[in-house]
């Protein structure tokens, strides 16, 4: 599956839309100066991949593209959860409480 611009379940409650999806790749293209890894693109990029609460895109491999210097930075998805979380991960768990989460907090009309 390719999208450009693909919008989540979860994006009517968080306002994002990720730049590319390409075969379960979920990437962020980047065109600063600089070559460098924020925290903040890194947790950008991972609420993307949790906003796809039915898993409609299949995201295996998350990635920030720098289009200046053509260099890929690329996970596994499930293993860079599980490095972050410093034990296992269950994706389906973590959409489902990040959707719970949104609902929560989300302004009422």
Not at 33 to 42: C, F, N, W
Not at 66 to 85: G, I, K, N, P
């Amino acid at each position: 599956m390719w999208a450009i611009g693909p919008t989540f379940a979860g994006s009517a409650l968080m306002k994002g839309d990720a730049d590319f999806i390409a075969g379960g790749l979920l990437a962020d293209l980047k065109t600063g100066k600089k070559l460098s890894l924020a925290v903040t693109d890194l947790f950008q990029l991972l609420g993307y991949a949790v906003m796809d609460y039915g898993d409609e895109f299949r995201i295996s491999t998350v990635a920030i593209f720098s289009a200046r210097y053509a260099y890929l930075a690329s996970r596994e998805l499930s293993d860079l959860l599980s490095e972050l979380a410093g034990q296992p991960v269950s994706l389906a768990a973590l959409r489902s409480q990040f959707r719970d989460l949104l609902v929560k907090h989300a302004p009422q009309p």
